[in-house]
């Protein structure tokens, strides 16, 4: 049976990966846009769902490199990275340029963020770049 210390660090791990993914959600769309038809946007709108599906077997590097190419020309690609945290996307699929070890990893700086006395927002720097993006600014 499980002691009230370890249910106590469960709701702790737990709280503290829902705050980290408040925050990145408010980092990467802090107008709440996804909660719109942004797919109609999406540079991916015409390929197979298949493109984005990577999963251990070969050509997994080409087919990841080839995914992210497309994402990279995304004009909605924040939205989309969000969308996969917030709905915790399997995790061979590429979404928003990341796929789902990349999105674990970068949700785990983020958690560890919280316990830096002095921190940047720890994915300030990560947050990806898209060719909108360089037109914009
Ligand atoms: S970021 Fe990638 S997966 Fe997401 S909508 Fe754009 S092209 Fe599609």
Redesign the pocket.
């Known amino acids: 049976m499980e002691s009230n210390e370890q249910t106590g660090q469960k709701k702790s791990a737990r709280l503290r990966r829902q705050t980290a993914i408040a925050k990145i959600l408010d980092d990467l769309d802090p107008t709440g846009r996804r909660k719109r038809n942004w797919?109609v946007e999406?540079?991916?709108?015409d390929?197979s769902p298949d493109t984005?599906y990577v999963d251990g077997s070969s050509g997994k590097d080409e087919k990841l490199q080839k995914?992210k190419d497309?994402?990279r020309?995304?004009p909605?690609?924040k939205i989309?990275?969000a969308f996969a945290f917030e709905n915790d996307t399997h995790d061979y699929y590429?979404?928003?340029?990341m796929i789902g070890s990349e999105r674990k990893a970068m949700l785990g700086r983020y958690i560890a963020g919280f316990d830096e006395t002095v921190a940047a927002p720890p994915a300030e720097a990560e947050i990806i770049q898209t060719d909108s993006d360089q037109a914009v600014a």
């Open positions: 797919g999406a540079a991916c709108l390929e984005f995914a497309i994402c020309t995304c909605v690609a989309c990275l590429v979404m928003g340029g």
